[in-house]
């Protein structure tokens, strides 16, 4: 039962800085902190387990100020990148490793427990350097673990596997932490991890944590351009409030007049983000609910598995995702000329606050 | 295809002529040496007490100056590998310094510390009465001052070698910074350490100059080898020459192959 604080804290590393983060992670919750590289995810990590300090700030494990406490006091498990077993022992030395200093009760039919939970039993005489991705990682959680730290951070601990490791090992971390139940921190710039581990994301980019909620608030209600373009809305659109009725908005974005809903007052300078998975494409006579309907034609088909992009000439550009078979029940082609549908509910808008936007 | 072949090798087999030619200018030198001496001469020299003593007083300065050098230059090395610090290129260049002075004037900046009025030989003098001109302390100090900068790059290799995630993985399970190195970073940096150790052992061995300048006598091999040389000519020396060169390349291979075949586990 361990809450983790991050009050105020900024450091600065070079070039870099880390500003004023605050977040509040509840006890035996899955926080994943969801960045591009170079956003300052591992620093914010490394603060938490003390790998470095922050320049001003605190960070409170169960409202105990453990900010200039050394790492080996904060009983903190840490998954690296590289997992970071120790190449110069066995498997089940390295779990062992850490009971040398943190008493466990009964420790030898702990790990035998843990080792059969998490299937590394025949791996107990194996040597690091033998061991495939999967196992590492099964390995340096075990060696974690078996010290019942209060927090486990974790480093973008699937970033060095394959697509089909990576998918069955996220899963597998899911299931693992829920049944230890243990507070958990888990860095990545892979928004599908977020979204499938996540109880809440923070969005971090250029040191700052920029929203923090469930996968819901953060990918369907993104605060800012900047987390909008992040969490995959690549159609983002900025404009002025035209009119407004009952709460359906008109927007004038340039070329064309997109209507959303919003009760943002006329005359406001906003920006509308739509999700390229929400937007319909038909060809011939179209009958559709959809406020937003647009003559354009094709530009480039880029095929991602049995999914294609498309991207749209409508007097402004909109990319589409739909599937490789509608692409050819549509008969898509390059130059084809299609109608672009999509609702009004489906817009998102955020009202502009002159914040400056960067790409990410 | 036999031209093709040629030329896409062509490099290597220039190189591969190359090294053979430098690999000749180490090996003939040191082959002519010891074929020239039969085992009896070898023998008849060896028995010599002046030669025995010799031979065994540099085996055993360069061992102290092993162990001296290891003690000295594994925490150095280890701060160097690990931490980033205002003047770090300073520290190197400062490690790196004794490659690059001439061996006799490298004995006489030790001789003028380590001398009786030297400001550590005098302290040293007074307080054990330890006298560094004319021992083999003196012996000792001159051989670890050339040999030191082999101790610190090649342990300094080994340190970088180690991930700093693996000696942060063992801190966040509960060691502490001394624990680390004890049991994860020695280890793991035991062979670049052990190579250091072995190359200060055979540069201290070899050590002319700057113990020349410090301690004539007792005489190391490298002295007696130059005395009788200068006094008898080239065949009273190239004996004891052979019998060094057997000697030393003996224990330096069965070291090597004791210590880098050993398998670093805990």
């Known amino acids: ?360 | 295809m036999f031209a093709s072949k040629y030329k896409t090798e062509r490099t290597l087999i220039v190189f591969s002529i190359v090294s053979a030619i430098a690999l000749i200018l180490v090996i003939a030198p040191v082959a002519n040496t010891l074929l020239s001496h039969s085992p009896q001469d070898l023998a008849n020299t060896s028995i010599q007490p002046e030669v025995y003593n010799a031979i065994f007083l540099s085996l055993y300065a360069a061992l102290f100056t092993s162990f001296a050098a290891l003690v000295l230059g594994v925490p150095l090395a280890y701060i160097l590998a690990r931490k980033q610090f205002a003047g770090k290129s300073i520290v190197e260049s400062l490690v790196d310094l004794p490659l690059v002075v001439p061996h006799t004037v490298a004995g006489i900046a030790v001789l003028l510390v380590w001398g009786r009025t030297g400001i550590f030989g005098a302290p040293i003098n007074d307080i054990f009465g330890v006298q560094f001109y004319g021992t083999v302390a003196g012996i000792i100090v001159a051989m670890l001052f050339v040999s030191f900068p082999f101790m610190v790059n090649s342990a300094r290799e080994g340190f970088e070698g180690i991930s700093p995630d693996i000696e942060q993985a063992a801190r966040t399970l509960g060691a502490s910074p001394f624990e680390v190195f004890r049991r994860i970073s020695l280890p793991l940096a035991f062979r670049g350490i052990m190579v250091g150790a072995l190359l200060v052992w055979a540069r201290a061995i070899s050590e002319f100059g700057a113990v020349y300048i410090i301690a004539y006598y007792p005489m190391t091999a490298p002295i007696l080898i130059a005395d009788q040389y200068l006094q008898f000519g080239l065949k009273a020396s190239s004996a004891i020459a052979a019998l060094l060169l057997i000697i030393t390349l003996i224990v330096f291979v069965l070291l090597r192959f004791v210590i880098l075949k050993r398998k670093v586990e805990e």
């Open chain 1, 1 to 360: 039962m361990t809450s983790v604080e991050v009050q105020n804290a900024y450091l600065k590393l070079g070039q870099f800085n880390l500003q004023d983060i605050n977040l509040k992670v509840k006890s035996e919750e899955f926080f994943v902190i969801l960045g591009p590289s170079g956003a300052g995810k591992t620093v914010l990590l490394d603060l938490i387990a003390g790998f470095s300090y922050p320049d001003t700030g605190k960070i409170l494990v169960d409202d105990e100020d453990v900010t200039f406490l050394p790492i080996e006091k904060r009983r903190v498990g840490y998954m690296f990148q590289d997992f970071a077993l120790f190449p110069n022992m066995s498997v089940l030395k390295n779990i062992k490793f850490g009971t040398r200093y943190y008493k466990i009760p009964n420790v030898e039919n702990r790990i035998g427990e843990l080792m059969e939970l998490l299937d590394i039993v025949q791996l107990r005489n194996r040597h690091p350097t033998t061991l495939s991705g999967g196992e590492k990682q099964r390995v340096a959680l075990a060696r974690s673990l078996i010290l019942e730290p209060k927090i486990l951070l974790l480093d973008e601990p699937l970033s060095s596997l394959d697509a089909r490791t990576k998918e069955a090992l996220r899963d597998e971390i899911k299931e693992i932490i829920e049944k230890v139940g243990i507070t958990t921190l888990y860095v990545t710039h892979d928004q599908v991890e977020a979204i499938v581990l996540a109880d809440r994301i923070g969005i971090m980019h250029d040191g700052r944590l920029l929203q923090v909620g469930s996968s819901d608030q953060v990918f369907d209600k993104p605060q800012d351009e900047l987390i909008a373009r992040f969490v995959g809305m690549e159609n983002i659109f900025k404009g002025i409030v035209k009119a407004n009725c009952d709460g359906l908005i008109s927007v004038d974005v340039g070329n064309a007049i997109i209507e959303a809903v919003s009760d943002i007052a006329v005359g406001n300078k906003v920006t509308l983000g739509i999700r390229p998975e929400n937007i319909t494409l038909q060809v011939g006579e179209t009958i559709s609910s959809a406020r937003n309907i647009f003559s354009g034609k094709v530009k480039q088909i880029i095929p991602l598995g049995p999914i294609n992009k498309v991207k749209i000439d409508c007097g402004f550009m909109l990319n589409a995702l739909i599937t490789k078979r509608s692409s050819e029940f549509l008969l898509l082609s390059k130059d084809r000329e299609i109608k672009v549908l999509f609702k009004a509910s489906n817009v998102y808008v955020i009202a502009d606050d002159d914040r400056l936007f960067g790409d990410i």
